[in-house]
């Protein structure tokens, strides 16, 4: 079993940045890839970006490029997401996931989920 937690969301305005950390603990042997989804009132989860655990593959939503950095640290099995220059449009609960199998856009390749942490930008 693994369990994940995030941290880092919060209240910000147009043009501000956040930086939302994950850690995962347990069982975390068998993780291959970790990252982060979103999911906004009315709308389905939605892939936002993913590395592998030797970061050979590194991949982002198309509105997310450019604008948001994902970085690891393997040796403490933590995950980042640097977020700049947010929209409204980012405006969601954001999740970690792990996967035991692939980098991957669809949830359903992911195993293990975080609780979420809320973010929302408004002016």
């Known amino acids: 079993q693994v369990q994940l937690v995030e941290s880092g969301g919060g209240l910000v305005q147009p043009g501000d940045a956040l930086l939302l950390s994950c850690v995962a603990s347990g069982h975390t042997h068998n993780i291959y890839a970790m990252g982060w989804f979103r999911q906004a009132s009315g709308r389905e989860r939605e892939f936002v970006a993913a590395?592998?655990?030797?970061?050979?593959?590194?991949c982002y939503a198309e509105s997310v490029k450019g604008r948001f950095t994902l970085t690891r640290d393997n040796a403490k099995n933590t995950v980042s997401l640097q977020m700049n220059a947010l929209e409204p449009e980012d405006s969601a609960k954001y999740y970690c996931a792990t996967s035991g199998v692939a980098v991957s856009t669809a949830p359903e390749l992911y195993n293990y989920w975080g609780q979420g942490t809320q973010v929302t930008v408004s002016s």
């Open positions: 590395t592998d655990n030797r970061g050979r593959t590194t």
